[in-house]
C-alpha cells in the first residue's frame, strides 16, 4: 500500500509561484508514475501533469509553459512548481502514483489565486 502526502498548497496573488510536494511511502517510488490533477468548485476533476519513471513529463494544455513536474526518487517525492499562476488555478490538488492497474490517490492541498 502506497500513501501520500501533499504539501505546499496555500493563497498567492495573480502571477505568483507555489510549489507542491507529494511525499511517497510504502512502496518502491521509484517504479510508480507519478501525476497531478486539480478540482475546482463545481467543477470536474481534470489532469494536470504526470512524470513517468523515465521521466518523460506530460502538461494539459492550460498549464504549458507554466507548471513543472518534476520527480527526487532519491526522496521518494514528485513536485510541481507552478509558475505566473492565474485565479483559473485555484482549485485542490492532488497528486497520484500508479503501477499498472495499481494507482493511488493522496490526500489533496488547496490552492488559491487571488488578489
Known amino acids: 500500500q502506497v500513501q501520500l502526502v501533499v504539501s505546499g498548497g496555500g493563497l498567492v496573488q495573480p502571477g505568483g509561484s507555489l510549489r507542491l510536494s507529494c511525499a511517497a511511502s510504502?512502496?518502491?517510488?521509484?517504479?510508480?508514475?507519478m501525476a497531478w490533477y486539480r478540482q475546482a468548485p463545481g467543477k470536474e476533476r481534470e489532469f494536470v501533469a504526470t512524470?513517468?519513471?523515465?521521466?518523460?513529463?506530460d502538461y494539459a494544455e492550460s498549464v504549458k509553459g507554466r507548471f513543472t513536474v518534476s520527480r527526487d526518487n532519491a526522496k521518494n517525492t514528485a513536485y510541481l512548481q507552478m509558475n505566473s499562476l492565474k485565479p483559473e488555478d485555484t482549485a485542490v490538488y492532488l497528486c497520484?502514483?500508479?503501477?499498472?492497474?495499481?494507482?493511488?490517490w493522496g490526500q489533496g492541498t488547496q490552492v488559491t489565486v487571488s488578489s
Open positions: 510504502g512502496g518502491v517510488f521509484r517504479r510508480y508514475t
Open positions: 497520484t502514483s500508479s503501477y499498472y492497474n495499481n494507482v493511488y
Open positions: 512524470i513517468t519513471t523515465a521521466g518523460t513529463t
